[in-house]
């Protein structure tokens, strides 16, 4: 089965210094990982993904994560956080699970972006 | 175009009653999926139809069920509510199915439940 996991609530930054939202995941075969963001009474947007290839993928907003084989991550990074930047952040894993790839979502971390 | 659209945002019931939660997805996209999210489990996945026919189910009780339109639109059915089952409930449209390859999921505002 795969699993996802985000080992952080919460996550606090000032306003211009960079993040990092961390993200592992576990899964059978070779992965598809996401990045979704969540604000306060939305759904979830789709931040970015990584598919195969170059290691280092960019998204929206500025944000960007690195893919690691050899440590199972997909941590979210951002040069100079944005007070606008606060939301709840997920990351996705969709692997080859009998034959399905249904996504399966960590919990979530808060990103508090402090002015 | 016009994103993931869900009604109604806010409602409440009663234990015991049943509830129907409707999705339309974004023009074109043919899968829809339907996730709960609470604080305690977070994003769950419960199923997801794709062509009017159901290509994926989560581990939930048959309580819950599920259809798709011939226009993609999809609702959800909640029978006999319990106290659990209060929750924010996502629906995500894309344009392939789920489960198969890479494609992301744009999800509408959700409808928020509350049983009482």
């Known amino acids: 089965a795969q699993s996802v996991a985000q080992p952080e609530d919460q996550v606090n930054v000032a306003e211009g210094n960079p993040l990092t939202v961390k993200c592992t995941y576990s899964v059978s075969g070779n992965p598809y990982l996401f990045w979704y963001v969540q604000y306060p009474n939305r759904g979830l947007q789709f931040l970015l993904k990584y598919i195969t290839g170059d290691n280092l993928v960019k998204g929206s907003y500025g944000f960007e994560a690195e893919f690691n084989k050899s440590q199972t991550s997909f941590h979210l990074k951002k040069p100079s956080a944005l007070v606008s930047d606060s939301a709840l952040y997920f990351c996705?894993?969709?692997?080859?699970?009998?034959?399905?790839?249904?996504?399966?979502f960590g919990r979530g971390t808060s990103l508090i972006v402090h002015p | 175009k016009a994103g993931v659209t869900q009604t109604p945002r806010y409602l409440i019931k009663t234990r015991g009653q049943q509830v129907t939660l409707s999705c339309s997805p974004i023009?074109?996209?043919?899968?829809v999926s339907w996730y709960q999210q609470t604080p305690g489990q977070g994003l769950q996945f419960l199923f997801e139809?794709?062509?009017?026919?159901?290509?994926n189910k989560g581990n939930f009780p048959g309580r819950f069920s599920g259809r798709q339109f011939s226009n993609s639109r999809s609702e959800m059915n909640v029978s006999t509510l319990e106290l659990g089952d209060s929750a924010l409930y996502l629906c995500a449209s894309s344009l392939n199915s789920a489960g198969q390859g890479a494609g992301e999921q744009y999800f509408g505002p959700g409808t928020r439940l509350t049983v009482t």
């Open positions: 139809y794709f062509s009017e026919t159901q290509r």
């Open positions: 023009s074109g996209h043919r899968s």
């Open positions: 996705a894993v969709r692997g080859p699970s009998g034959g399905s790839y249904i996504p399966t």
